[in-house]
């Protein structure tokens, strides 16, 4: 099925497979800029802290959340430092408890978790990631495992908290993956979803099944000194 996605509108009407339960609205959050992001660095599961600028653009988010037009009632994070302290920040600037979910964590990068971006683009991940759904060459996640681990989170959240909007603090890899197949878009791989660190992406689940993204990748929010210096490194890890 042919899609397509504009940003801040609500354009798409997609039925993915076993979705029909009542959560009315998911928020998908990045995580502030790290120490490897800007080192440029792929850590995958492995940790990497927010920086000084990634901090800063926590509490951005937080802050523009605060005042978001939905109410939100849940937030879970990935385990990883980086996405934790994100959502702690959000969790404490809308008075909710933050909950940690393990399978929000970043794709697994397997033998190639820590090199450089370059290494990974001259190791063709990117490449083979979107020549293949089903890539395991670098013994980690292959772009179908890790968009269908994803994809039973949200269906799990949804089976948890019927009629509440949730919030979900994870990672670009993961995120991007999660958007694919919510959308059913091809390759699996989602590199077109890249987001930017605090970003928000905004879905909404309809009755009969559909989806819409109402907001994809929004960081309007983010003073211009805390936006990504590195878009162009980054994007060469995918």
Known sequence: MKSRLRPKSSVVHVQPAGATLDVNHLLLIRHGETVGNLTQIAHGQSESPLNERGSRQADATARRLSSWARHYHRIYSSPLERARHTGERIATSLGLALDVHEHLVEGSLGDWEGVTYEELHAFGFARHSIADDDFMGHGGESPNQLGQRMFGVVEQLRALHPG??????????????????????????????????????????????????????????????????TPAAEARRR
């Open 164 to 229: 509440e909007n949730v919030i979900c603090v994870s990672h670009g890899a993961a995120i991007a993956h999660l958007l694919a197949k919510l959308l059913g878009t091809r390759p699996a791989f989602g590199h077109q979803y890249l987001m930017h660190n605090a970003a928000i992406t905004e879905v909404a689940f309809l009755p009969q099944g559909g989806v819409d993204v109402l907001i994809l990748n929004e960081f309007s929010h983010l003073p211009d000194d805390l936006r990504s210096i």
